[in-house]
């Protein structure tokens, strides 16, 4: 190996160490701290589907889990009006939170149409001011839908504006899909729970969901549980923010 490779190599082994010590500062998702967690999905099943297992663990150990549906999917069912499918889904997410034991909490957003203005500014940040969560989970904002990318920014957003008040988690849906250049910093095992997480997710029936669990489930929940050496795991990226440091 050649002196300019070994320190290239050298680097690289160096940057990413400095990533895991980074990680291992910040909190564990499953450390036991957290009392109330947000999960703002931008369609019904989108929650279920980025982290359902997560979302039933930290319920688990006894912590206080919202499921917040961004828009209730009324572009989702082919030949549907916006009205029919809304009261479909709606119903779908009443099932599936109510399989978890986990309380819904819907938004005013519109499937597909969903936007980024002053008052939804106003309305994201007012919502979660008002849960008061002490962890926040959502989309990674690079992805292939607009609506996933419009929830992200606006829960974003709101972090900043109360004050980083509460830790946020950024999470995947359909990866190499939906999601796009998702690097995780952490992981849940959800191997416990891994078959509810599927029989939720599979609530929202108006949707066919059963061909996505070989097709993204397994390989995705798979990959991530041997990046995290067990057989199921979801992936993170917190939004690491030092206070003390901060000059806003
Ligand atoms: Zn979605």
Not at 93 to 119: H, W
Not at 122 to 132: G, Q
Not at 202 to 221: F, P, R, V, W
């Amino acid at each position: 190996m050649k002196k300019i490779q070994i320190i290239f190599l050298t680097a690289m082994i160096a940057a990413v160490l400095t990533a895991f010590s980074t990680e291992m500062n910040a909190q564990s998702i499953m450390g036991g701290h957290y009392k109330k967690a947000l999960i703002i999905g931008a369609h019904p099943d989108d929650p279920e589907s980025m982290c359902g297992g997560t979302m039933l663990m930290l319920k688990n150990q006894g912590c206080e889990v919202v499921c917040v549906y961004f828009t209730q999917g009324e572009g989702g069912i082919p030949g549907k009006s916006e009205e029919e499918a809304r009261a479909i889904r709606h119903q779908e997410a009443l099932n599936s939170c109510a399989y978890m034991g986990i309380r819904p909490l819907f938004m005013t957003q519109v499937d597909g149409r969903s936007e980024i203005t002053k008052e939804r500014y106003d309305e994201m940040k007012d919502l979660i001011a008002k849960e008061n969560p002490d962890i926040v989970i959502t989309h990674w904002p690079i992805d292939s839908h607009r609506d996933h990318r419009n929830c992200a920014l606006l829960v974003f957003d709101s972090w900043r504006r109360l004050d980083h008040g509460f830790d946020l988690y950024f999470t995947e849906v359909m990866s190499g899909n939906q999601t796009l250049n998702f690097l995780p910093t952490s992981y849940v095992d959800i191997t416990p729970v891994r078959e509810q997480k599927i029989a939720a997710y599979l609530c929202h029936k108006s949707q066919n969901l059963e061909g996505n669990i070989a097709k993204y489930h397994d390989t995705m929940e798979g990959m991530r549980g041997r990046e995290y050496m067990c057989q199921w795991a979801e992936a993170f990226v917190q939004v690491l923010w030092n206070k003390e440091r901060s000059t806003k």
